[in-house]
């Protein structure tokens, strides 16, 4: 069946003038693609669209950068344009950098969780076309892991980071078109911005639904099975267990050389949504790179029904419970955060979050749905929805 899904720069390249937007920067990257399957900028550029500068995010403009790793500027091969990192030398564009563009386009197709730093890009993008009173075009996607919701909510004054700038909820169920008009009201940004929507999308629809082949989204985000299992281990990138990155089913895995015969009877119970089996595997990178590691396997049976982070946590506490010998937490550095400290409290958005897991099974279980719940953000968030 063929998708009815457009997405942003479907639109724009098929209703609006090239002309009108001038000297272009395109903060985008390989993980871009038009519904038919042609790379972002390359179509629009043959479209007319007068293109001069490329902005790239984390994992550059390739999107295979290694995870938090720093990203230099450069030239696209594929353009001959060039390319300032926002994940290298600086986390926003320069006064110099806008100098000469009339219009940011804005086109990097995300994931739909807090922690994922696409869209702390935006928020950077927005502050500095803000400053430099520039125009701002967001074209807009489908949020893959649908329009549902999941806390926390981020404690800004304490865990703001650059997987977690501003107080939103861990999965937020928005289009980044719809959290650029909160944060533009919010923080009284005023910037010029415009969002051309994407076409066809539906807030119950996961990428599942839309009937288009799966563009990796960053280096470990290899397939939807991947993404999906992505906001329940995510978490354990906090530990020193493998997240099952460099094997071949990262975060759809997890392990280490100790995790032998693990009872997972109670998660089970939590998280009927996620079947859970043994698994071994090799990584080629990262924790335990080379080691064989004895680990668990999940899958999302129905993406409707699953609580990811609820799930992670309680994943975390049943192997804590389990190893005591073993399981720790590790620092975690990245170009962001260099130290890599307080990692789960900048993933989570929860102040000493490691806390968390010293109450017994019933009182954490307990703190965690409170955590979780998202009511507040329902009514907040209302006034700025596009689908």
Sequence with gaps: MKSTIQFGVDHLM?????????????????????????????????????????????HGISAKGADGAFMPNGTDLSTDLPIVSLYGEKLAPSTADLDEIDTVLFDVPDIGLRYYTYLWTLSYVLEECSRNHKRLVILDRPNPLSGVIEGPILDEERCS?????????????????????????????????????????????????????????????????CMLAYPVTAYLEATNLSDGRGSDAPFAQIGAPWLIDTDLTRFSEITTAIDVQ??????????????????????????????????????????????????????????????????????????????????????????VLDLTNTNKWQERVKPHLLY
């Design 278 to 367: 043994p698994c071994q595997f090799i990584p080629e990178e990262g924790k335990f790179r080379g080691e064989l590691c004895l680990g668990i396997k999940l899958k999302v049976t129905n993406p409707s029904l699953y609580h990811p982070t609820l799930a992670g946590l309680c994943l975390i506490k049943t192997i804590r419970e389990q190893y005591p010998k073993y399981f720790a937490w590790k620092p975690y550095p990245t170009r962001a955060n260099p130290a890599g400290t307080r990692h789960l409290d900048l993933l989570l958005g929860v102040f000493e979050a490691e806390k968390l897991f010293d109450s017994p099974w019933n009182a954490f279980l307990s703190s």
């Design 161 to 225: 980071s650059f997987i977690g700038r501003w107080d939103i909820p861990v999965r937020h169920g928005c289009t980044l078109g719809e959290l650029a008009k909160l944060f533009n009201s919010e923080k009284q940004l005023k910037v010029d911005l415009q969002i051309i929507p994407c076409l066809n999308w539906q807030k119950n629809m996961f990428f599942s639904d839309w009937n288009l082949d799966f563009q990796p989204t960053s280096p470990a985000i290899l397939s939807w099975e």
């Design 14 to 58: 098929a209703n609006f003038d090239p002309l009108k937007f001038g000297k272009i920067g395109l903060v985008s990257n390989d993980a871009a693609f038009t519904s038919s399957g042609k790379r972002s900028r390359i179509a629009l550029l043959e479209a007319g669209f007068e293109i001069t500068k490329l902005f790239s995010p984390e």
